[in-house]
């Protein structure tokens, strides 16, 4: 988020679009039901069924999945030409007035440089024109045919309201009423915020979809405002804690990057890491970059991390694939080509797509081990469950070691929430039997490794001999010792730059937050953007002052936010060019004549004078972007791209599949459907009464929502014949379940490109294992490809066929 | 701290961190069933009130399983039969349900889902007491609530006929009759009922009758804003009004809530009973003195035999014997 959940009370206009925040959510949600019940806020959602969140909305669409960009970039298009645009923030706070290479072009779909062999753009002319002053040239009246805004308006002329109701399925009147509401919040005193989840992540172009909002709350000038900005709504109690600490394969922690084959050495690698500045006097903060790696390397290596061996670079792997994700690891599993795999509090056998590929891969293992509070699926993929998991458990060889673990409640920590809080927590409760902490496990791992390496050597053993593990007991870290290494703190004296020859930090003293941090080893911090969790006040994190001057919705003193504390971000945004808020009664900070103060820790230098620094300080420019340039695959703008698994061609590009730059492996292209075997879209989703795969193992939860079922409309249901609460046969290229059918007026068909498409809704939650009935998750259908950016698997938006089938024989 | 509990005046506040005296006593019962001539309290209570808002429910079901582990009932895991509502009815086990209906405005040609939780209304004129033949099986406190003492419950069913809301469900295990109790032993010390304490949207608010009208009257006001002419207020007057009770965007049709009672009213056979039960029922089990008919009252605590021998198989199941 860019918000916290807390500021959802502020706004005006909530539109859920690719989430469902009142199902998968209902505790945050609450904001909502306050910023409704105590300032008249409006909730508008749009999804392809009327959800939990439609039942209490003031205004509902429905939308065929996968078809959200297109509805994006009408909005967009619509603003534009009603003059529904925050002009000021616009061209001050966006990189609208940036002029792009004469390269640079769009056409079929597609944007300049696709080479249809490589799947993959070049990318060379997706960039700004550079100056002779090596700054970026910009027409700050957007009347230059290559600036941003231009390339912007051309880009979205296709989505008139008839390319989207025909492309979206959304009917005009219904979509035109929506952009009313939301071009309202184009003026400076009215916000709008958006609350997405993983309807929009699970795209083969998710990130897209998100950037399509992201670049429309910047025109409406919503992003670093109370009550707007872009708020993801995280999908685990702790999901963007994992992001955080980048356990990710290409990410160290504080989104900081593994080096590539391409970077051998520390000077290569920090080559392209210099983040000088696109635009005069601009903050482009990532030029610390340096700081907080070397300052991370230290706090893995310790006194082997020196300036002479370049902070022990050597150690770090090198990628040579742009990612490890879990969609490659399962195909290189299934080409025998891993021997071991850990699955630490994971269940991908229910949460990866393509379940028979899934199985298949397992079975090629020698081990797994699975570390998890609960007996997962995964770890029990070799049992025969009948038709719920039919194998051959005899051919399946790999052992399995399964390693029982506390689950959250019975641990120490922090979580970190959606809106970045670090909460500390206790534990509520003594772990069952044999059950340990992860972190236990891991370290007796480590230490009983380390031994071998000591006493066998290996091919590469210094990175394990050498890691720092400086904890009292080194088999157990406790929490606050982990807690303190991700702060950071001085291994020698630092000097106060601000006066020279007094101390800033004494050595062995906590940083107070990263702005201590140095790059020549005289500091260490584990994850730079969690630096100020726990510093010489003490654990922060376990804060619990819930007052909240202002009625900002801030509480400063709740836990603690990264960065530095601070609850919104890009509120320096939420102020005019002179420094004023341009609403008021929405102040978060203001420009004193001499700095910037006010309810929120301020997102710019305090003394940073307005008109002269802008307020995107991570970015070069200093402004948002409109334009990225190239740093995503699939291009600068969002354009329309269908699913892989699609009912119609792509209007822009009929020849064009799914994303064109997705990674696909040769087997899993030849296993697509298309909508002449299988006419129906499917879309996956949660329920309410459940989370994931974990609570089907509780008798309460399980009695909620006992039996796997998927919904489908009156209409499609009368055209097969099938009645509710009857059995179905559900299947699609890769597979088949069965379930219960809910018959309802919440699905409707949809008519796009002169199609009448039929969506059937199929939630998760049920498994083979646990309390609840026995069944499937929507895993054993969907594709396996992800999105282009990031690799999330597209769950939202494939082809499946429906019938009624016989009730299941009695056992 | 005073050494009894506060009046309970929301759900929201945290629970009291010592142990405290119930603030309902034995004297504080206004009615009891097949009883007459109960002593008058020499104390009223506040009138307390669950609020349900209706346009705020998502339908998440916290409520019911916040009821569940609260009074510790242990429902079946059942089947879908085609809807979201699970179990499909109140049970013995089940004391709150998300009833849910798919309803088209003909106004406006908007689909709505209305998602109403169901369960007992604490009648202030209420039916199942009046219907009961069972001496203290069924007792109204001075501030409202209605709770079934199950110790002196015959499981005879007759609070099921009287019920206008077709709410207690008598149990195959024990035959007693089994219904929301507004929570009594929560509301005793202090705190809201487990449902409005577990809901996330305040859909579900507690507090004194006051102060709930007064809110839900709020919400009225903000539903007509948005377009719900007919917003309202559902406190049935023909049972004089209820201790549980809400907001609707269309209090002009109940019924289109999953079958909420109209014009809910105590029915004239059950009226008519009054009388002859009195007589029959105590004919039939003798008349209890006051004492004893709250025997059991406020003795809820006390491990039954079936508990110890219940406790004892989970102790074996886990230990593998």
Redesign the interface.
Known sequence: MTNAWTDIKNTDLVIVMGGNA??AH??G??WV??A??TR?AKLIVVDPR?T?????S?Y?APIRPGSDIAFLMGVIRWCIENDKVQWEYVRNFTNAALLVKDGFGWSDGLFSGYDEEKRDYDKADWDYQIGDDGYAKLDMTLQDPRCVWNLLKAHVDVYTPEFVENVCGTPKDRYLQICEMIGECSAPDRVMTSMYALGWTQHSKGAQNIRGMAMLQLILGNIGMRGGGMNALRGHSNIQGLTDLGLMSNLIPGYLNIPTEREPDWQTYMSTREFKPLRPGQTSYWQNYSKFMVSFMKAMWGDAATAENDWAYHYLPKLDVPTYDVLRMFELMKQGQVNLYFCQGFNPLMAFPNRAKLTEALSKLKLLVVMDPLETETAHFWENHGQYNDVDSASIQTEVLELPTTCFAEDEGALVNSGRWLQWHWPGGSPPGEAKNDTWIMANLFQKLRKLYQDEGGVFPEPILNLSWNYADPLDPKPEELAKEMNGRALRDIEDPANPGTTLVAAGKQVKNFTQLQDDGSTMCGCWIFSGCWNEDGNNMARRDNSDPGDAGMFLNWSYSWPVNRRILYNRASADMQGKPWDPDRKLIEWTGEKWEGYDVPDIGVTSKPGEVMPFIMNQEGTSRLFTRGMMRDGPFPTHMEPFESPIANVLNPKMRGNPVSRVFVDDAEQFATSEEFPFVATSYRL??HFHYWTKHN???????????VEISQELAAEKGI????RVRVWGKRGQVWA???????IKPMQCDGKTVHVVGIPLHWGFMG???KGWGPNSLTPFVGDANVETPEFKAFLVNIEPAAEEPVA | MSDTAPQPTTAAANPPVQPLESNLLPSDVVRISATPDVPQPTRQLTKVAKLIDVSKCIGCKACQSACVEWNDTHPEIGENIGSYENPHDLTPDMFTLMRFSEWENPATNELEWLIRKDGCMHCEDPGCLKACPAPGAIVQYSNGIVDFIHDNCIGCGYCVTGCPFDIPRISKVDHKSYKCTLCSDRVAVGQGPACAKACPTKAITFGTKDDMTALANERVEDLKSRGYENAGIYDPEGVGGTHVFYVLHHADKPSIYSNLAENPRISPIVEGWKGVTKTAGMAAMGVAAAGAVLMGLFTRNKVEPEEEEAAERLVQDREGI
């Open positions: 009142a199902e209902p505790c949600f609450k039901t306050e409704k019940a008249g009327y939990r969140t439609a039942s209490v003031d509902y309410t009464e008798k309460v939860n399980a009695s909620l929502q006992p039996e796997f079922f009645t509710g609460g009857s219960k059918a809910v018959v309802t007026k919440r309390a609840a009935k």
